[in-house]
């Protein structure tokens, strides 16, 4: 009985390991995966243009904050200037890894297409026409949050001023 039961737990585990999907991420990108060129953040999306295909959602750049649809000048760039060296990344232990977000844009996808890539199959909107011209490479990007100081930093930093003016009036 045993056996029986413990036969049917594998089963049931290959059953389930194999309608495993991935999971999209909600939260914020981090920085392994989005590179910054020319003031911009560019992230790998997905290896499709199109919003639905098969059982994967594409969603719009927007889930995230502050991301968008490339411009058609940003496409360009994205095309004449950066290369997959420059997606890539060195982790902690020396290996290369791309970098990439598909996992924070699509339902299914976690995979994306080098060949793709090189051969500037490489988009930014969602086509209009799925059957035919789906498979590019799907980029989207955001301007670089620039560090602008608090106004309560500036705040401080007027009345410390005001104080040291004042001061030495008071010590004249």
């Known amino acids: 009985m045993i056996k029986l039961i413990s036969q049917f737990l594998v089963v049931l585990l290959f059953i389930t390991a194999g309608v495993?999907?991935?999971?999209?991420?909600?939260?914020?990108?981090?920085?392994?995966?989005y590179i910054n060129y020319k003031g911009l953040d560019w992230a790998w999306a997905s290896p499709v243009n199109v919003e639905v295909y098969g059982s994967n959602r594409l969603y719009s750049p927007t889930l995230h904050e502050g991301w968008r649809f490339a411009s058609e000048n940003e496409l360009i760039i994205l095309k004449t200037e950066l290369t997959l060296q420059d997606f890539t990344g060195i982790d902690e232990s020396?290996?290369?890894?791309?970098?990439?977000?598909i996992e924070y844009w699509n339902t299914h996808y976690v995979r994306f297409n080098i060949e793709d890539f090189n051969n500037d199959w490489v988009n930014s909107s969602w086509t209009i026409t799925p059957n035919i011209d789906w498979n590019y490479e799907t980029f989207y990007v955001r301007d670089t949050p620039s560090d602008v100081p608090e106004p309560s930093t500036i705040l401080i930093f007027a009345i410390a001023l005001i104080a040291i003016s004042l001061?030495?009036?008071v010590i004249k």
Do not use: C, H, S
């Open 20 to 33: 495993a999907n991935a999971t999209l991420i909600t939260a914020d990108l981090t920085e392994n995966n």
């Open 94 to 101: 020396g290996n290369e890894f791309t970098i990439q977000a």
């Open 167 to 169: 001061r030495k009036r």
